[in-house]
């Protein structure tokens, strides 16, 4: 792992005992969140390490905001430029997110036009800048991985860890972080079921992609796919992903409010949302659910709470 310290760059994550989560889904959970990580998700984990340790002075990424807004604050803090292309219909709160941080924001119809292919675009006119991905990329990865790390130095003995899954950095930075250490715990992906590349890829055993962005809920998983980095990873560390459906998302985030005063974003909320799709996995278990962040759009929030 490549990170130095840096303006106190990553903050602990957060950890936070559950009893009346516990008993309403049948299990010890404990919930390890970064929404109060710097600009409200994990995200900054790897934003940063990649902006600390690659040479070019622009940075151009694609997102539907968290790492938008992880990127910009990284840049921010090394002194260098950057640029995030972002779906029309992202949060709004995300949006001016990346904006106060810093960054160019470049709006597109993904409907007309890929993310990926726009930050090639952008990328062929720029000359010098680093494309950054926010899943498949080795640095990011290795950032991540750092939450992992903290996981494993709670010296609990977790049955499961269940990570939420859009692209896949996350999962592979923590799976990765086990498997280096040894340690006895299952992986587990939670995903949303109207985007379930992940767990289809994983039952085939190959990368299998959606069709397009899916339109849950959960903005920060409406990823195509995996990536190769984060998929090598995924084959080998992750012992299953559960498909999430949006109801269950949803009273995800209701339960983290109501019973661990805990405001999260959809995407935060999968974990949550696994444990109540499929309580047979885990009934009994004590089981890590990390939440991956909390920049939810007050409109999806007031929805969600009803």
Known sequence: MLMRPHHEAIRPTTIIEAPRLSKRLGAQVVIASETFQWTGSFKFRAAYNVALNVPNDHIIGASSGNFGQALAYACQLTGKRCTVVMPDDSSRVKVEGVREYGATVDLINVREISRSERVRQLAAESGEAYIASGFDDPLVIDGNASLGDELIALGRAFDAIVVPVGGGGLIGGIAQSVARANFATRVVGAEPALGNDAA??????????????????????????????????????VTGIVEVPEEQIREGVLLLYGLANLKVEPTGALSTGALLTAPDQFRDQTVCCVVSGGNVDPAVYRECLG
């Open 200 to 237: 289809r890829s994983l039952r085939e055993g190959r990368i299998i992609a959606n069709e397009e962005e899916a339109r849950t809920i959960a903005d920060g998983a409406r990823t195509i796919s995996l990536g190769q980095h984060n998929w090598a990873i995924i084959r080998e560390h």
